[in-house]
């Protein structure tokens, strides 16, 4: 059953639904309603670590394209589930699959070094 293994995304969903968790604790859905700019430097904070440690969970599990959008699902609707509004959902999912989908991009096509 190893042809079979691409399609087992037990420890994936985990790991997707603990980033959203971490979001949730980290900015909570009441926080949401925060329009200060404070509050929006601190949603793109959080999210880019949490987009950073998708990306490295990405290159140590080499993800194909259905684990990615597995991984983009799961954490959707965890955060449908936590309570966030269907707006911030969107955005913040659409962030997430982004830096997925640009990490494949970078890592095909690495920055050239300097010249010595």
């Not at 969107?90 to 095909?108: G, H, V």
């Amino acid at each position: 059953m190893a042809i079979f293994g691409f399609l087992n995304t037990h420890d994936l969903e985990g790991f997707a639904a603990g980033l959203a968790e971490d979001l949730g604790r980290r900015f909570p859905p009441a926080s949401e309603a925060r329009t200060d700019p404070g509050a929006k430097h601190q949603i793109k904070v959080i999210l880019e670590g949490l987009a950073a440690r998708a990306v490295r969970y990405h290159e140590q599990h080499k993800l194909g394209i259905y684990k990615k959008a597995k991984l983009a699902n799961v954490f959707k609707w965890k955060l449908a589930e936590l309570g966030y509004s269907a707006d911030f959902v969107d955005r913040a999912t659409k962030e997430l699959a982004t830096r997925l989908a640009s990490s494949r991009a970078q890592s095909k096509n690495p920055q050239p070094k300097p010249p010595s």
